[in-house]
Nanobody
Framework: QVQLVESGGGLVQAGGSLRLSCAASGRTFSTYAMGWFRQGPGKEREFVAADSWSAGRAYYADSVKGRFTIARDNAKNTVYLQMNSLKPEDTAVYYC?????????????????????WGQGTQVTVSS
């Protein structure tokens, strides 16, 4: 069982930055793939970024590539999402997710069904 707690959301102006954190419980955090998803108002949940612990592979949605960076600190059982150059369309509830296993491709890690463990979400609002 893995428990995830997100933090770091808030209100920011367009062009600004935020860093989200996701603290995970469990001794095997380092062997889990970690993902970030988001759900905007009236929209379905969508993939943002994922970190496959194997070989440090990271995957990003096209909409955030070059602006967002996922990183993990296994010593702190924490995964981060650094968000730069934020846009109003980035406004959403952001969720952290965890999945055991490795060795899969970006398509696998972009599916929400891959992840059995989810945090409660943190709100990010970007004003224009």
């Amino acid at each position: 069982q893995v428990q995830l707690v997100e933090s770091g959301g808030g209100l920011v102006q367009a062009g600004g930055s935020l860093r989200l954190s996701c603290a995970a419980s469990g001794r095997t955090f380092s062997t889990y793939a970690m993902g970030w998803f988001r759900q905007g108002p009236g929209k379905e949940r969508e993939f943002v970024a994922a970190d496959s612990w194997s070989a440090g592979r990271a995957y990003y949605a096209d909409s955030v590539k070059g602006r967002f960076t996922i990183a993990r600190d296994n010593a702190k059982n924490t995964v981060y999402l650094q968000m730069n150059s934020l846009k109003p369309e980035d406004t959403a509830v952001y969720y952290c997710a965890a999945a055991p296993g490795t060795g899969y491709d970006g398509i696998y890690y972009a599916r929400s069904s891959t992840y059995p463990y989810w945090g409660q979400g943190t709100q990010v609002t970007v004003s224009s």
